[in-house]
């Protein structure tokens, strides 16, 4: 669904589609809602979307990505945010998403979606229940079995739960205490539209009214803080040759900077286990979705005098290489052969949700301070 | 190093069986082979034989791997961005004498702006020190004897030469005695914490020491001795050295393919020479281009030899034999592969070997039954 062709700022983009909502929906039989999608990206990131022919309206961009089963191609927008961050609008199915643009998202190297960490998705939720009177009315919220998060009844579980209820606010609470969850997607109730926000940055509005659909754009400031921080710490996770120069001379060394995930608690060797995939004969080896993303080859658990492994890992879907060296208080990222910075956020969310969910992402040379 | 055969087939026992003419020795002979083949099978197919076998060579694999980590650990905080970087301390690369074919040390790093190179050695077991010791005295000779090449290559801001071992905590301290007690200049780095796993690196230096022996187990410089102490290190970082096992040099090729790459969606599972020579060139830093790309052909060629690459029609372009495109589960297959294949390359040397003396015997055994020709024909003197 395409819009006017006008010079877009994000404000006037939803005003547009505020303003003149049956103009753009008239009698569709599938009612389509709006949906934004953060991502982080590198830098020049119009480059990612080269191949689609963007059409520039003002601040955002037009572009359709071809739907092999459809005779009609997927239509977004893209906005930069800010530096690293940017948003994409669009009125296509989750499905057709999918399909599309998330497919082409996932295989992309410099690209990625914006995952929010547990904390900073509470902080959202605590932000719309105090700042608009929201209530959940709904939600998703999971458990793998090693996570650290207590939980009241039977902690080694993995679980999903689906809950549908008025009262969300409670039970996502109840649930999490019982039986330590943590919410991945909820959909909250504000006045008589409804948003869903996901822990991947995605944003569903089921109305098109402005004053409803700016409050992406108040989320994102109220969380931006933290996520430029993760891209920023991310995207320092490198390695080159560099020139060092002394006096007429100069010679050509590497140059590494790696990344550090301090654990909140000291890390058990059976987690280590599992985090390589060494655990399977406790039956509970890795998610399907941790099989889909990260391989470990020459792996190495020693164990004698305290919790050391190592690993070479592979970011299956980018293509990254990179070595992992651990403690039980740390892991070393080592940049070895076509790293992207989101290969190192995605295993910093393989951490976090898998073993331990108050891990920090860092660098070697700048050490996070514990909080 | 196990030498290689030229032709590692079995030798072809038609013309033998030919040449000892006789029923009685060429049935003997067929027996001894018969018997000599199911010896060798009990040997080397049987299951815990097999297991036995698989697991010597895991042991050579990890044996390697463990030397690489403590190289790692030595050399990864002069890259990593960090105090000793910042103090000029960089790592060089590994095996600086290489391309001489000479004796050498594991590692060098340079202070271009202090006029030292650090020559080092890392060491998984000192439990044979004075061998240690006395062969680091040997590789300090050469590389003395090697002062231009090096100066004109690797350490060209170099004029002072510092020699150092890297061991882990548990073996540093006998080592260090044993280095006081032989009188040598070399210096000791620690990995790890004496009673942990801690990923660091440290100089190690008792604590009363005499000023004497100070100079010979400590750096010159002596920032560099204020700084070296735990420092953030890794032991992960180098996939390969010149000399790593040959698992772990085709390691690389259980990810190395462009199947991942969006813009080459029909390539599956294939690489090109350039594809490893390239990731090569990075893991063997500073190495000569001639070298790199021997070690880089003679990987593929091993890869080819024990079946987990396969040539294409292309040039220089291969494929990659395995049922699966995850690494890991290739890996699995690739470790499979070389040690079923050495197990199999042992088994044929044995049985070559063997036949070679069992034939040696079966010509004395003829010659005693059948004597040649000509010695009816000698002379003697007895008179007939």
């Given at each position: 669904?395409?819009?006017?062709?006008?010079?877009?700022?994000?404000?006037?983009?939803?005003?547009?589609?505020?303003?003149?909502?049956?103009?753009?929906?008239?009698?569709?039989?599938?009612?389509?809602?709006?949906?934004?999608?953060?991502?982080?990206?590198?830098?020049?990131?119009?480059?990612?979307?080269?191949?689609?022919?963007?059409?520039?309206?003002?601040?955002?961009?037009?572009?359709?990505?071809?739907?092999?089963?459809?005779?009609?191609?997927?239509?977004?927008?893209?906005?930069?945010?800010?530096?690293?961050?940017?948003?994409?609008?669009?009125?296509?199915?989750?499905?057709?998403?999918?399909?599309?643009?998330?497919?082409?998202?996932?295989?992309?190297?410099?690209?990625?979606q914006m995952w929010i960490k547990p904390e900073i998705f509470k902080q959202i939720r605590n932000y719309l229940?105090?700042?608009?009177?929201?209530?959940i009315?709904?939600f998703i919220a999971k458990r793998t079995?090693s996570s650290e998060i207590s939980s009241?009844?039977?902690p080694?579980?993995?679980r999903t739960i689906?809950?549908?209820?008025?009262?969300?606010?409670?039970?996502i609470k109840?649930l999490e205490h019982?039986y330590g969850v943590s919410p991945t997607l909820i959909?909250?109730?504000?006045?008589?539209?409804?948003?869903?926000i996901t822990n991947e940055g995605m944003?569903?509005?089921?109305?098109?009214?402005?004053?409803?659909?700016?409050?992406?754009?108040?989320i994102?400031?109220s969380i931006?803080?933290e996520q430029?921080h993760l891209?920023?710490?991310?995207?320092?996770?490198?390695?080159?040759?560099?020139?060092?120069?002394?006096?007429?001379?100069?010679?050509?060394?590497?140059?590494?900077?790696?990344?550090?995930i301090k654990f909140s608690r000291?890390?058990?060797?059976?987690?280590?286990?599992?985090?390589?995939?060494?655990?399977?004969?406790?039956?509970?080896?890795?998610?399907?979705d941790?099989?889909?993303?990260?391989?470990?080859?020459?792996?190495?658990?020693?164990?004698?005098?305290?919790?050391?492994?190592?690993?070479?890992?592979?970011?299956?879907?980018?293509?990254?290489?990179?070595?992992?060296?651990?403690?039980?208080?740390?892991?070393?990222?080592?940049?070895?052969?076509?790293?992207?910075?989101?290969?190192?956020i995605r295993?910093y969310k393989l951490i976090s949700e898998s073993v331990d969910s108050s891990a920090q992402l860092?660098?070697?040379?700048?050490?996070?301070?514990?909080k | 190093?196990?030498?290689?055969?030229?032709?590692?087939?079995?030798?072809?026992?038609?013309?033998?069986?030919?040449?000892?003419?006789?029923?009685?020795?060429?049935?003997?002979?067929?027996?001894?082979?018969?018997?000599?083949?199911?010896?060798?099978?009990?040997?080397?197919?049987?299951?815990?034989?097999?297991?036995?076998?698989?697991?010597?060579?895991?042991?050579?694999?990890?044996?390697?791997?463990?030397?690489?980590?403590?190289?790692?650990?030595?050399?990864?905080?002069?890259?990593?961005?960090?105090?000793?970087?910042?103090?000029?301390?960089?790592?060089?690369?590994?095996?600086?004498?290489?391309?001489?074919?000479?004796?050498?040390?594991?590692?060098?790093?340079?202070?271009?702006?202090?006029?030292?190179?650090?020559?080092?050695?890392?060491?998984?077991?000192?439990?044979?020190?004075?061998?240690?010791?006395?062969?680091?005295?040997?590789?300090?000779?050469?590389?003395?004897?090697?002062?231009?090449?090096?100066?004109?290559?690797?350490?060209?801001?170099?004029?002072?030469?510092?020699?150092?071992?890297?061991?882990?905590?548990?073996?540093?301290?006998?080592?260090?005695?044993?280095?006081?007690?032989?009188?040598?200049?070399?210096?000791?780095?620690?990995?790890?914490?004496?009673?942990?796993?801690?990923?660091?690196?440290?100089?190690?230096?008792?604590?009363?020491?005499?000023?004497?022996?100070?100079?010979?187990?400590?750096?010159?410089?002596?920032?560099?001795?204020?700084?070296?102490?735990?420092?953030?290190?890794?032991?992960?970082?180098?996939?390969?050295?010149?000399?790593?096992?040959?698992?772990?040099?085709?390691?690389?090729?259980?990810?190395?393919?462009?199947?991942?790459?969006?813009?080459?969606?029909?390539?599956?599972?294939?690489?090109?020479?350039?594809?490893?020579?390239?990731?090569?060139?990075?893991?063997?830093?500073?190495?000569?281009?001639?070298?790199?790309?021997?070690?880089?052909?003679?990987?593929?060629?091993?890869?080819?030899?024990?079946?987990?690459?396969?040539?294409?029609?292309?040039?220089?372009?291969?494929?990659?034999?395995?049922?699966?495109?995850?690494?890991?589960?290739?890996?699995?297959?690739?470790?499979?592969?070389?040690?079923?294949?050495?197990?199999?390359?042992?088994?044929?040397?044995?049985?070559?070997?063997?036949?070679?003396?069992?034939?040696?015997?079966?010509?004395?055994?003829?010659?005693?039954?059948?004597?040649?020709?000509?010695?009816?024909?000698?002379?003697?003197?007895?008179?007939?």
């Amino acid at each position: 669904m395409k819009l006017a062709n006008k010079e877009y700022t994000v404000d006037s983009f939803l005003e547009e589609i505020s303003n003149h909502e049956t103009k753009y929906f008239e009698e569709s039989k599938e009612r389509k809602w709006l949906k934004t999608f953060l991502l982080y990206v590198e830098s020049d990131w119009l480059q990612l979307f080269k191949k689609f022919n963007p059409e520039k309206n003002g601040e955002l961009y037009y572009f359709m990505i071809p739907n092999s089963k459809e005779d009609k191609p997927t239509e977004y927008y893209a906005t930069q945010f800010t530096d690293g961050l940017i948003m994409i609008f669009t009125f296509e199915t989750q499905d057709e998403y999918t399909k599309t643009l998330q497919r082409y998202i996932n295989k992309k190297r410099g690209i990625t979606q914006m995952w929010i960490k547990p904390e900073i998705f509470k902080q959202i939720r605590n932000y719309l229940i105090e700042n608009y009177q929201s209530y959940i009315t709904s939600f998703i919220a999971k458990r793998t079995w090693s996570s650290e998060i207590s939980s009241q009844y039977r902690p080694r579980i993995n679980r999903t739960i689906h809950y549908y209820g008025e009262d969300g606010i409670e039970s996502i609470k109840e649930l999490e205490h019982l039986y330590g969850v943590s919410p991945t997607l909820i959909d909250f109730k504000i006045g008589s539209d409804s948003l869903r926000i996901t822990n991947e940055g995605m944003f569903v509005f089921h109305t098109l009214e402005i004053t409803k659909t700016r409050i992406v754009l108040e989320i994102i400031n109220s969380i931006l803080l933290e996520q430029r921080h993760l891209h920023k710490i991310s995207t320092s996770i490198e390695s080159h040759l560099e020139k060092i120069q002394f006096g007429n001379n100069s010679i050509d060394v590497r140059q590494i900077e790696s990344g550090l995930i301090k654990f909140s608690r000291p890390l058990e060797t059976i987690l280590a286990r599992k985090l390589l995939g060494e655990a399977n004969e406790l039956d509970i080896g890795r998610s399907q979705d941790d099989e889909l993303e990260f391989s470990f080859i020459d792996k190495d658990i020693k164990d004698e005098r305290g919790l050391l492994f190592s690993a070479t890992v592979i970011d299956k879907l980018k293509s990254s290489v990179f070595g992992i060296t651990g403690t039980k208080d740390e892991i070393t990222c080592v940049p070895m052969h076509r790293t992207t910075f989101e290969s190192f956020i995605r295993f910093y969310k393989l951490i976090s949700e898998s073993v331990d969910s108050s891990a920090q992402l860092g660098i070697v040379s700048d050490p996070i301070v514990a909080k | 190093m196990i030498q290689l055969l030229q032709n590692d087939q079995p030798i072809d026992d038609k013309p033998f069986i030919e040449f000892l003419k006789l029923d009685s020795l060429k049935k003997k002979y067929s027996d001894e082979i018969e018997k000599l083949t199911q010896q060798l099978k009990k040997e080397f197919e049987d299951p815990v034989e097999y297991q036995a076998k698989y697991k010597m060579h895991d042991g050579e694999i990890i044996k390697d791997r463990n030397h690489r980590q403590v190289v790692n650990a030595c050399i990864y905080p002069f890259s990593q961005k960090g105090k000793l970087t910042k103090l000029g301390y960089y790592f060089i690369r590994t095996e600086p004498l290489l391309e001489k074919g000479i004796s050498d040390v594991d590692f060098v790093i340079e202070s271009p702006k202090k006029q030292i190179a650090i020559f080092g050695e890392a060491k998984t077991s000192t439990v044979n020190a004075s061998k240690i010791i006395s062969e680091m005295k040997t590789r300090k000779k050469v590389i003395e004897e090697n002062e231009q090449y090096l100066q004109q290559t690797h350490v060209p801001n170099s004029n002072k030469f510092e020699y150092v071992f890297g061991t882990h905590a548990i073996e540093t301290r006998d080592l260090y005695a044993r280095i006081v007690e032989s009188n040598e200049k070399f210096v000791s780095w620690q990995y790890g914490g004496f009673d942990d796993n801690s990923n660091i690196l440290s100089i190690y230096v008792p604590e009363s020491v005499t000023k004497e022996t100070r100079e010979k187990v400590m750096h010159q410089d002596d920032e560099l001795n204020r700084n070296l102490v735990r420092v953030n290190t890794n032991i992960t970082y180098k996939n390969i050295l010149p000399k790593s096992h040959p698992l772990a040099m085709m390691s690389i090729l259980t990810w190395i393919d462009r199947e991942n790459d969006p813009d080459n969606d029909d390539k599956k599972g294939t690489f090109r020479l350039k594809d490893l020579l390239e990731i090569f060139a990075i893991e063997l830093e500073k190495f000569s281009n001639e070298l790199i790309e021997k070690l880089t052909k003679k990987t593929i060629h091993e890869a080819v030899e024990i079946g987990f690459v396969r040539e294409l029609d292309e040039t220089d372009t291969y494929k990659i034999i395995s049922q699966s495109s995850d690494p890991e589960a290739r890996y699995e297959d690739l470790k499979r592969k070389w040690i079923d294949h050495a197990i199999k390359k042992a088994k044929n040397r044995k049985l070559l070997e063997k036949k070679l003396k069992l034939q040696s015997k079966m010509r004395e055994e003829k010659l005693r039954i059948q004597p040649p020709i000509d010695s009816y024909f000698k002379e003697d003197v007895s008179g007939k």
